[in-house]
């Protein structure tokens, strides 16, 4: 494809200093991915087609998304026929994508954006009409990735026949570094075999988690067994709570606004789960929160993490290259309640006084050292705090 890349020495030697981790080039996602899914909005229905994905791209241009940090445009399940060619290649679905997925891919790039694709690390993908998966043909399917103009892989794990998930994983990702095309390759194993403690380069991230859904009770559980694994993220390697669903109408605004906040501050993959083409501007009002954003893409890659948890009202902070830390106070009660921490607890340095930037209200006071907030029932505020000159 026009922006393939040549082929580069991969060997283990190079890892220190480097940027490469096991061969695994970890400066491929310095941050986290941000970009847009299909699954959570459309499943396997029909509507997840070409013209989607080509509407997506336009709109990721003329909304500011792509300024704004997203740039995958990421491919899920579906998108090939239930059986491989002659040749035992994947085909892509004629229907949903007539023109081919390089064509796509070539569409997507032309945007200044990059493409993603799907499969599953099993003989066959998660849905129940039976596309057929990677499992023994992880090099065949990687080859013919790079040759679409690949960026990024989400690999899956049903029908993996009882396999060893180590084994798999590596097996794919060994054959995609053989391609000598850069891709960032999310592991998908839904956390079942704590893929913390070995995916770090095997994969650029992995879920820690279950399938997220469109409800209140669902994100939060998920964002609390994410909280809990701050340790194990960093640059190049990252904790994945699942995909966003800001928009879809499961939960209110302000519930959504407390969905991209977590993920801001545990600095998880921010990919959009929604139909871009039919969202709200409140919807579009958060997903456009730079401030916000700025917390998860901050170069110094450091998942926040509680510092004090108490009857549902909890405090996270985030440490950020600048010094300072980003600050969330989250109520996950059906009450409104007032949220208090200090500097000192968030564990900034003794100072004169504070800058207190409000990352939802755009403002910015001075304080002694005192932060707070009454927060609304499932709401968070969001602050990035900074020694004061």
């Not at 499969?119 to 043909?137: E, I, Q």
């Not at 669902?218 to 809990?228: E, F, T």
């Not at 456009?288 to 549902?312: C, F, H, K, M, Y």
Request: aromatic share 8%; hydrophobic share 40%.
């Amino acid at each position: 494809m026009s922006d393939q890349q040549p082929a580069t020495d991969l060997g283990p030697d190079r890892a220190a200093g480097s940027g490469l981790d096991h061969g695994l080039d970890l400066s491929l996602a310095p941050t986290p991915p941000m970009g847009w899914n299909n699954w959570n909005t459309t499943n396997d229905r029909p509507e997840f087609n070409e013209e989607m994905v080509l509407a997506t791209a336009d709109f990721f241009v003329s909304s500011g998304l792509r300024d704004a940090g997203y740039v995958y445009i990421n491919l899920d399940d579906c998108w090939a026929l239930p059986e491989r060619d002659r040749h035992g290649d994947l085909v892509p679905d004629p229907v949903r994508f007539p023109h081919g997925i390089a064509a796509v891919a070539d569409y997507v790039h032309s945007k200044g954006l990059k493409f993603g694709i799907y499969t599953s690390a099993g003989s066959h993908t998660c849905s129940p009409v039976g596309f057929p998966g990677a499992l023994d043909h992880e090099e065949q399917d990687a080859l013919l990735f790079a040759s679409y103009g690949v960026d990024y892989l989400k690999y899956d794990n049903c029908h993996n026949e009882g396999r060893d998930a180590v084994q798999r994983y590596t097996r794919m990702r060994d054959a995609l570094l053989a391609t000598g095309r850069p891709i960032v390759y999310s592991i998908c194993e839904w956390g079942q075999n704590s893929p913390w403690t070995w995916a770090r380069g095997v994969g650029h991230l992995w879920r820690t988690t279950g399938d997220i859904e469109d409800t209140w009770a669902s994100m939060l559980a998920i964002a609390k067994q994410n909280l809990a694994l701050a340790e194990y993220a960093g640059p190049g390697h990252w904790n994945d709570p699942d995909m966003l669903e800001v928009g879809n109408g499961g939960m209110n605004d302000v519930e959504y606004r407390s969905h991209f906040s977590l993920w801001a501050v545990m600095a998880a993959p921010l990919l959009i789960g929604s139909d871009l083409r039919t969202v709200t501007p409140q919807t579009m009002e958060i997903l456009l929160n730079t401030e916000v954003i700025a917390l998860d893409q901050d170069p110094l890659g450091v998942q926040g993490a509680p510092v004090r948890s108490e009857g549902g009202l909890h405090v996270l902070a985030k440490p950020l290259a600048d010094g300072g830390r980003g600050v969330a106070l989250f109520n996950e009660t059906d009450q409104a309640a007032r949220i208090v921490t200090t500097a000192a607890e968030v564990g900034l340095p003794a100072a004169d006084g504070y800058q207190v930037r409000d990352l939802w209200a755009h403002e910015t006071q001075k304080c002694g050292g005192t932060v707070e907030a009454e927060v609304p029932a499932h709401g968070t505020a969001v602050y990035r705090v900074t020694a004061a000159d």
